[in-house]
């Protein structure tokens, strides 16, 4: 049984965890006795080239729809399509936020289930079957579909696998729904704030809601300095315009391993995790003892940041100098 | 203009979620809290009624979930909704997401409104896929995530983050909107508003209510059987301080990071 999987794109590139997806689901489909075929919507920068090299990870064949890039219901209509009408029972899903909107659409389109954050696909007795950590990563379920099923992967979860083959291109005319097409790109991808370089510090500094306020920051910087490395950032203060786009780190930012990182004022919610916990080492100052960011730090400091980064950075310093 | 926000009863971020072992499904014994995400919805309804742009003539919270989910509608009506909708039946336990947004959107034909809005997740379950499941049947366009909205008559500009940065995206009315917690912050109930919520008025409806198909809801009616739950590979506890003596504390840091060759 053949598999569908989407990919993502964003100005002539396909995105890392959609090499991912494809990947992953050439391996299920290779286990269900069929072959993975990618998907992919937007414009004129879909050539024949770039689609080409999904085969490298696995795709045998990528479908070229014309249609908005960067908006979930346009895929939905796509995908929903070929479901439906061309006998594809599943579709895979790369970890970010455009996935989880177009797998829950089309999992209503084509009447099927969803399992989201999933880390790992395997086939059992014919039947795709997808893991998935919940409660805050303290147990992993499994999850069987009755029919259609789709799988939206967690952020890095799937593993890009790159060999030598190329796929085929096929072009696939579709109609939009008529509410796929009352909602317009108007801006994609604006960058906020500066342009900063965090993935290759040795050391980063990353700094969340706890902080207070924008100026919470300084210290952050400071510390940084002290270390050598560069200063990251949570979502949640990103997106109130205490620090700028370039140096968040999870679901819709990067992704980091650096050799320290060190969290400041930051609860550890899934979406940062996902973003930083290859780090070979984690440190994490928080006032709240039972922040879900100590369940996966290697040294926990429960207190007040406030008090500890100067302090901290005054010592690093003075260990430096001696 | 018409508003209706979904709302979800979940545990307090103090009880230990925990997973019945007898029916795979969540325990939502410890329950009593209005999800915190779905206030930045009901704030943000209340801020384009008050911002005057377009009349808004009611706002709708709408919940499913068990007799104590009227909790979570108290709630929102004392954060400024109207009245309540509680779709409520012993059918409906074990609705995967899928059936979930179905039985949802069902209720939301009969209101008609003009603006769906929710919270971007809730703080239970961890997905952020309702409004998108919403928003197919109700065959209206959707986006998550929304941290900026600004209406307009008959249609919102809308600014989120997404992979590749910021993005702004024109929605028309009527639209599934979920907001995330970047949007506003949210207000405080008063006393009064708090007293007063009871007495807001309460429909309460069951699959037949709501005119439902009985089989596409409940662990009947959804596609996806959880089960098998196991522990995650075991990782080491991490070393914890808890900070009496900042010097000592600072003193202690320095050394783990000195003999890890970090500094």
């Known amino acids: 049984m053949n598999v569908l999987v989407y990919a993502l794109h964003n100005d002539g590139a396909i995105n890392k965890n959609s090499l991912g997806a494809v990947s992953a689901a050439a391996k299920a489909a290779s286990d269900l006795g069929g072959e993975a075929h990618a998907v992919l919507v937007g414009g004129d920068d879909l050539t024949d080239e770039l689609l080409g090299t999904l085969g490298a990870f696995g795709a045998t064949k990528v479908y070229r729809v014309k249609g908005p890039e960067g908006l979930a219901q346009p895929v939905v209509d796509a995908m929903g399509t070929l479901m439906n009408d061309h006998g594809y029972d599943y579709a895979v899903f790369g970890g970010g936020l455009l996935g989880f909107e177009i797998g829950a659409g089309l999992a209503a389109r084509v009447g099927g289930g969803v399992t989201m954050e999933v880390t790992g696909i395997a086939v059992e007795d014919g039947k795709l079957v997808a893991e998935r950590p919940i409660l805050g990563d303290s147990s992993i379920s499994t999850s069987r579909y009755k029919g259609k099923g789709i799988v939206i992967g967690r952020l890095n979860a799937f593993e890009a696998?790159?060999?030598?083959?190329?796929?085929?291109?096929?072009?696939?005319?579709?109609?939009?729904?008529?509410?796929?097409?009352?909602?317009r790109m108007v801006k994609r991808g604006e960058q906020r704030g500066a342009d900063v370089n965090i993935e290759d510090a040795k050391s980063l500094v990353a700094g969340g809601r706890g902080l207070g306020n924008k100026e919470g920051f300084e210290a952050l910087e400071d510390l940084a300095g002290a270390l050598g490395g560069a200063v990251a950032a949570t979502r949640a203060v990103v997106d109130a315009g205490w620090y700028p786009y370039a140096a968040q780190i999870g679901q819709t930012g990067k992704t980091v391993a650096p050799k320290l990182y060190l969290a400041a004022g930051i609860s550890g919610a899934i979406q940062h995790k996902v973003g930083m916990q290859a780090s070979e080492n984690i440190v994490a100052i928080n006032k709240d003892a039972n922040a879900p960011i100590f369940e996966f730090s290697d040294l926990g400091i429960v207190g007040d940041l406030n008090k500890i980064v100067p302090k901290l950075t005054e010592a690093i310093k003075a260990k430096k100098g001696s | 203009m018409k508003i209706c926000v979904l709302v979800k009863e979940v545990p307090d971020a103090a009880v230990e979620k925990r997973i019945d072992p007898q029916t795979g499904r969540m325990d939502r014994s410890g329950e009593r809290n209005l999800n915190p995400y779905d206030t930045h919805a009901i704030e943000a309804a209340m801020q384009v009624k008050e911002g005057g742009v377009v009349p808004v003539e009611e706002i709708v919270a709408v919940t499913m979930g068990p007799d104590t989910a009227v909790r979570a509608l108290h709630k929102a009506v004392s954060l400024g909704a109207d009245r309540s909708v509680h779709l409520s039946d012993p059918a409906l336990s074990g609705s995967d997401v899928a059936a979930t947004g179905y039985a949802l959107a069902g209720v939301l034909e009969r209101e008609s409104p003009d603006l769906v809005l929710l919270g971007q997740q809730s703080d239970d379950g961890e997905c952020y896929?309702?409004?998108?499941?919403?928003?197919?049947?109700?065959?209206?366009?959707?986006?998550?995530?929304?941290?900026?909205?600004?209406?307009?008559?008959?249609?919102?500009?809308?600014?989120?983050?997404?992979?590749?940065?910021?993005?702004?995206?024109?929605?028309?009315?009527?639209?599934?909107?979920?907001?995330?917690?970047?949007?506003?912050?949210?207000?405080?109930?008063?006393?009064?508003?708090?007293?007063?919520?009871k007495k807001k008025p309460l429909e309460t409806l069951d699959v037949a209510g709501a005119g439902l198909d009985a089989t596409r809801v409940g662990a009947e009616g959804s596609q996806v059987d959880c089960g098998e739950f196991k522990a995650p590979p075991a990782k080491a506890g991490g070393t914890i301080i808890e900070d009496e003596d900042t010097s000592a504390t600072v003193d202690q840091i320095v050394a783990w990071l000195d003999e890890r060759k970090l500094i």
């Open chain 1, 161 to 183: 696998q790159e060999s030598g083959a190329t796929a085929a291109v096929e072009d696939l005319e579709i109609e939009l729904s008529d509410f796929s097409t009352r909602a």
């Open chain 2, 129 to 197: 896929t309702i409004g998108a499941v919403v928003a197919e049947h109700l065959r209206m366009p959707s986006l998550t995530q929304v941290i900026k909205m600004d209406v307009a008559e008959g249609t919102l500009t809308c600014e989120r983050q997404a992979e590749y940065g910021y993005d702004t995206v024109e929605v028309d009315l009527p639209a599934v909107i979920s907001v995330g917690d970047a949007i506003n912050e949210p207000r405080y109930p008063s006393l009064k508003a708090i007293m007063g919520a």
